[in-house]
């Protein structure tokens, strides 16, 4: 899925994920849980419109899951 992005969305996850390492709740990242569908997830935003979507899997440890935007995702 990932490798099905643009470019430019690809480069933003890699910015974000870079973010997301050194601090997994900087505001930028809106991390938060998520419901329906999602139970179990957590969201961060890559862009205004894309989302990521992850796993945690304990002893700090995430997988990546989905990433599109808002509209693919919760829709």
Same mark, same amino acid.
């Given at each position: 899925?990932?490798?099905?992005? !643009?470019?430019? %969305?690809?480069?933003?996850?890699?910015? &974000?994920?870079?973010?997301?390492?050194?601090?997994?709740?900087? #505001?930028?990242?809106? @991390?938060? #849980?998520? !419901?329906?569908?999602?139970?179990?997830? &957590?969201?961060?935003?890559?862009?205004?419109?894309? &989302?990521? %979507? $992850?796993?945690?899997?304990? @002893?700090?440890?995430?997988?990546?899951?989905?990433?599109?935007?808002?509209?693919?995702? $919760?829709?």
């Amino acid at each position: 899925m990932f490798r099905k992005k !643009d470019v430019w %969305v690809q480069e933003k996850f890699r910015e &974000r994920l870079s973010l997301f390492i050194k601090d997994i709740n900087h #505001p930028l990242l809106n @991390n938060h #849980p998520l !419901d329906g569908v999602w139970f179990g997830c &957590r969201s961060i935003n890559i862009t205004g419109d894309f &989302r990521a %979507v $992850y796993e945690e899997l304990g @002893n700090d440890c995430f997988e990546f899951v989905a990433i599109g935007t808002h509209s693919e995702l $919760y829709s």
